[in-house]
């Protein structure tokens, strides 16, 4: 089936965006940017809790994809699944399809995926803390075999080349995140999962944070799908977003569009009517009493 005329302009978009550096098709580059297609995904927790309920996105090549949603929602979940890394939490994908680049990935196992392009960064910063920064690095080039990428790791995230002998589990939180980027980028992957990245983090790492999302994807040329709480800054750096409830989309559209949207604002911006700020509970309150579904 080919794409819909706007399928193909946004997807031309997003190669210019990326620096047309590793477009599709484009015969110089070593590896081509990543698409993922998720339809209509089921998921099953310990073969009776239904955690995903047909749930569909769309992540164009060379775009950053913000996933919006409350707690509980299913976004990490979503991730796992198209990680294929469900299986170690008595997960199982049972109904619906995740494509990479057209092709099913459903039912490969992870390390396959991650030799096809696909790296997750998990949310709380997982790195090995009795391994020194660059032994954490050298562990995340593993699946690439004996390929020594982290002197590019290095160049993007000069933090971690004066960090390298340091034991991970004495970083600060900003670095240790920073380290797990950085291993994740060690398999040279074309699209990154990124589960909430900024948690926790005091707000000047926060801006930091967000400011490798977005030289990942315009320096690098990676494609993002992106879950975060903090989705004023997720929807600032993404070009699209999904928000997902209970286990489905709900709404969807350009990232701009989203932030403006007035049920975002009061559900995730923490924004009122004439845009001011609620307190916190208030919004509790109300995301209680209204749902999409
Ligand atoms: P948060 O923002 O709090 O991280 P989330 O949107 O990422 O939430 P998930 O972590 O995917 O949501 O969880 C979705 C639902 O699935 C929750 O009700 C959770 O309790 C349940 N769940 C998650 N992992 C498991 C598991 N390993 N076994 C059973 N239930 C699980």
């Known amino acids: 089936m080919s794409p819909t005329p706007e399928k193909a302009a946004r997807a031309d978009a997003a190669r210019a965006h990326a620096g047309g550096r590793a477009a599709a098709g484009d015969p110089g580059s070593a590896r081509a940017v990543a698409a993922l297609t998720v339809e209509n995904l089921e998921v099953i927790y310990d073969q009776v809790i239904l955690v ?32 294929g890394l469900l299986p170690t939490e008595h997960g199982e994908i049972t109904d619906g399809s ?26 709380g910063r997982r790195v090995f803390v009795h391994l020194t920064v660059h032994e954490n690095l050298v562990a995340g080039g593993y699946t690439r075999g004996a390929r020594a990428g982290y002197e590019r790791v290095y160049e993007f995230l000069p933090v971690l080349a004066g960090l390298r002998s340091r034991v991970a589990g004495y970083l600060s939180g900003g670095e240790q995140q920073m380290l797990a980027i950085g291993r994740a980028l060690m398999s040279d992957p074309r699209l990154l999962l990124l589960d909430e990245p900024s948690l926790g983090l005091a707000p000047r790492l926060v801006d930091e944070v967000f400011g490798v999302i977005q030289r990942l994807n315009t320096e690098l040329g990676l494609t993002a799908l992106l879950v975060e709480q903090n989705a004023r800054r997720a929807l600032a750096v993404a070009h699209r977003g999904y ?18 949207n007035p049920d ?30």
């Open 52 to 83: 995903l309920r047909g749930l569909s996105l769309e992540v164009p090549a060379g775009e950053i994809v913000a996933l919006l949603g409350s707690n509980g929602a299913g976004k990490s979940t979503t991730l796992k699944a198209i990680a």
């Open 98 to 123: 995740v494509r990479l680049d057209g092709q099913d990935i459903t039912r490969m196992d992870a390390a396959a995926r991650v030799r096809r392009g696909l790296a997750l960064v998990m949310e």
């Open 264 to 293: 975002v604002k009061e559900f995730y911006l923490g924004l009122g009517d004439a845009g001011a700020r609620r307190r916190y509970r208030d919004v509790k309150h109300y995301k209680r009493r209204k749902r999409w579904l």
């Open 243 to 260: 928000v997902m409830e209970a286990g489905r989309i709900v709404l969807e559209g350009a990232a701009a569009d989203l932030a403006d």
